[in-house]
Every structure is written in structure tokens, then in C-alpha cells.
């Protein structure tokens, strides 16, 4: 018994039409997005704090710090993802994810010596030059007889490091222009050690009063990732989108009606099929915007990345259905074109559903495992992958038959006025 698809298509599309419309009336409540820093000005934090906090916390200090716009996300555990308002910042105060160190990773090139004090040369009224001889580790601690430098008595030198106890005496690193070495306790005077000072934190402007602040209210914390955009930025991306996806979908309708020119009425393909992918966009766009209201999910560039895949995904699936329509018609001209439509869909759907799900199981286990990063383009995958293989066997190929079955003028004749009706 053979699946009559095609049969189906008023329901396909009355069903079509009410998942646009729930779409539509989500994407009308307010606010339709949130929209991300690549499209309105604003700066972003990535932190992590050492000890726990709440989001609670940190929203209550980013209002005392004059900023009560923040919108805060909690990505992980004690990680929290704050978007503001654009922060004056000077050049230089932008930071990259910080890339995990791997384990047993020994950092290569010359260890920088830090000087912890200075001391004189030589013992009380010592003249001439100080040996400074190596360090034998090996059996406890024990000064070498090789010498590797020498330092002038009396003259004031640099102390890299500081033994306590070697061999029963302290043990001083000396460190000169020309040379390293150690020297006996015996053999020096006067050491001093140097204070220790707290590096200077880099003037960063705005970031850098927001950062002390939430240091002395919450605790020490790492900041994985800072960013900013100004308002001139995103009014080009937001422009650019707008262009890429208007010049994406005009260019698939001519490729799919050049492709098919062998076919009668060849941009009736093109058509249909954009119709297809407009179906799955709103789609898209309407889950999209639920789960911005729901989960505070934002709207930025993998956003965009994510639709322009969703759309080269849905023409995709409907060219391998009308593939098989051409085929189908090359085969059977005579056959009526309904009957090679639910032929071809037949043919096809058992390949379209297996395709989809082996996506629809990948994009779900990232999401699962994977960062926040990349969520929003795996969102816009998901429910876009969902709606394109529904559309490619529940609306391009169905609305052919409709168009070529005359359905489309019929539902226009029903609008007519009784005047504009022809007689008899």
C-alpha cells in the first residue's frame, strides 16, 4: 500500500499555517530578542570567582556601582556571563578565553630571574674578586667547586635566591651583569631584602573601578573573557545580516529554477521553495524568541551563523525531493504530476528523516556537553534542522502539486465578490 502524501497537503498546510502563526504572535510579544553585544552597543564579562556567589549578589553590586542595567547569566557553577551598557575603555583592555593549560605542560625559554635583596661582595675588608661557584643538588645541598663568575669585593650585587640551609650555612644566588653563581655566607655582608610590592593593576578606565568593586564586595575572581562594541559596529552587522540573508534566498530561487530548467515551469521550484525556507526561518525565529523570553537567551553573530545554515539545510532537503520529482518525470511523462510528486516524496522521506536525526542526535549531545559558547547556534540548528525536513516533504514539494492542480487559483476564486464572478 502506497503512502498518499500528497493527498494529505491541505492538512500539511493547515498545520503549517498555524505553527507560522503561534511563531508569528511570539515573535509580536515584546521583547521580540535579546539582541547580543554584535548588535547593540555594549560590553561583555566573562568571570569566574573563586569562592561561590549568586547572581543575586552580583547584580545587587553591579547596581552599586551605577551600573543597574547588567544583565547577568550564570553559564556554570561560580561563572557568570554580564553584558552592560558600553564601558569607556582604553586600547588594550580586551581579553581573550584564556586557554587551558594542559597537563604536565612545561612552559618553554629562559626562566626570568627575580631579585630578592643585595648584598655586598666579600667579607669585612676583603679585597680583590668573590668566586661565585655552582650548587651541587644532588647529595642535600652543597656548594660546587666550579667556578662560574666572579664578583669584586665590597661591590653591591643582586640575590636571585636565598638558601637557608646548605650544608649547615646560608647560601646566597649572586647575580651580575656577566654572570650567575653562588657564594658562601662567609664570603658576603650586608644583605638586604627587598620588600615586597604589590603590582600596580593597569588603568583599564571603566573596567577597572567595576572590577575593584566587585573584588572588595565578592571576593577575588579571573576574568575569562572582556569585550565591547561600539554603536557604530552594530548598526553595520545589523545591516550586513539583513543582507546576507536577503541575498542567500534570492540567490537559492535562481540556482533552483536554473537547475531545473529542464522541467516545465522551472521557477515554480524556486518559488515554492523559498516558501520552504521562509516556513523554516519564522520557525526558527519564533522558537528562537521564546527561548530568549524563557532562558534570557541572546541573539548574536552564531545566531546568524546558525540561520544561514538552517537555510542552506532546508534547500537542501527540498533539492533532493525535486530531484527525484525530475527523475520521476523524465520516467512516467504521462503519469499525472501529483502521482510523481507522492512518488518521489515517498522515495525520499525514509532518507530525509535518517539524515535529520543523525543531526538532531549530534547538535543535541553538544548541547548537552558543550560550552555556551556556541549555544545559540546549536539552538538555531536544532529547531531550524526540525522545521526543514518537515517542510521539505509537508510544504515545498506538496505546494507544486497545489500550484500545478490549480488549488491556488481556486482559494482565489473563493475571494472574489459575486460581481467579480464569471457568469454561468
Not at 545587587?60 to 553584558?83: K, M, N, P, V
Not at 674578586?129 to 655552582?134: E, N, S
Not at 532537503?317 to 515517498?346: K, W
Amino acid at each position: 500500500m502506497t503512502l498518499d502524501l500528497v493527498g494529505t497537503r491541505k492538512w500539511s498546510f493547515l498545520f503549517s499555517g498555524i505553527t507560522a502563526l503561534v511563531a508569528v504572535v511570539v515573535l509580536a510579544i515584546p521583547p521580540m530578542f535579546r539582541p547580543g553585544i554584535e548588535f547593540t552597543a555594549g560590553s561583555t564579562a566573562l568571570i569566574r570567582f573563586t569562592e561561590p556567589v549568586t547572581a543575586e549578589r552580583l547584580q545587587a553590586a553591579y547596581a552599586d556601582l551605577g551600573h543597574g542595567e547588567a544583565r547577568i547569566q550564570q553559564t556554570s557553577g561560580s561563572e557568570f556571563l554580564i553584558r552592560t551598557r558600553e564601558l569607556q575603555v582604553p586600547p588594550g583592555s580586551f581579553t581573550e578565553p584564556a586557554a587551558p593549560i594542559t597537563a604536565g605542560q612545561v612552559p618553554t625559554g629562559p626562566a626570568p630571574v627575580e631579585v630578592v635583596g643585595t648584598l655586598q661582595a666579600g667579607s669585612a675588608g676583603a679585597t680583590g674578586t668573590i668566586d661565585l661557584v655552582d650548587l651541587d643538588r644532588t647529595a642535600g645541598c652543597k656548594l660546587g667547586t666550579q667556578k662560574l663568575g666572579t664578583a669584586a669585593a665590597g661591590a653591591r650585587v643582586d640575590v636571585a635566591e636565598v638558601i637557608a640551609n646548605c650544608d649547615g650555612a646560608a647560601v646566597y644566588r649572586v647575580v651580575t651583569s656577566d654572570a650567575s653563581g653562588y657564594v658562601a655566607a662567609k664570603d658576603i655582608r650586608d644583605f638586604q631584602a627587598k620588600p615586597k610590592e604589590a603590582a600596580p593593576e593597569p588603568d583599564r578606565g571603566e573596567r577597572t573601578v567595576i572590577e575593584k568593586g566587585l573584588r572588595e564586595r565578592l571576593g577575588t575572581f579571573e576574568v575569562r573573557e572582556f569585550s565591547s562594541v561600539s554603536a557604530t559596529v552594530s548598526r553595520v552587522t545589523v545591516r550586513n545580516t539583513a543582507i546576507a540573508v536577503a541575498v542567500a534566498t534570492l540567490f537559492i530561487m535562481v540556482y533552483i529554477a536554473f537547475a531545473f530548467a529542464s522541467l516545465p515551469r522551472p521557477m515554480r521550484y524556486g518559488a515554492c521553495a523559498v516558501v520552504a525556507l521562509l516556513h523554516d526561518v519564522v520557525i526558527t525565529l519564533g522558537m528562537f524568541s521564546l527561548f530568549s523570553k524563557l532562558f534570557h537567551v541572546e541573539v548574536n553573530l552564531m545566531f546568524v551563523t546558525g540561520l544561514l545554515t538552517v537555510i542552506g539545510f532546508s534547500v537542501h532537503d527540498t533539492i533532493v525531493v525535486y530531484d527525484r520529482i525530475r527523475e520521476n518525470v523524465r520516467q512516467s511523462p504521462q503519469a499525472p504530476f501529483a502521482s510523481n510528486v507522492n512518488a518521489a516524496l515517498v522515495q525520499t522521506i525514509a532518507r530525509s528523516i535518517n539524515t535529520s536525526t543523525t543531526v538532531l542526535l549530534t547538535v543535541a549531545t553538544m548541547l548537552l556537553l558543550g560550552g555556551t559558547t556556541i549555544a545559540s547556534f546549536l539552538l538555531v540548528i536544532f529547531v531550524g534542522v526540525a522545521a526543514g525536513t518537515y517542510s521539505s516533504i509537508g510544504i515545498a514539494s506538496q505546494l507544486l502539486v497545489a500550484w500545478e492542480e490549480g488549488d491556488l487559483e481556486r482559494l482565489a476564486f473563493w475571494r472574489r465578490t459575486p460581481a467579480e464572478q464569471p457568469a454561468g
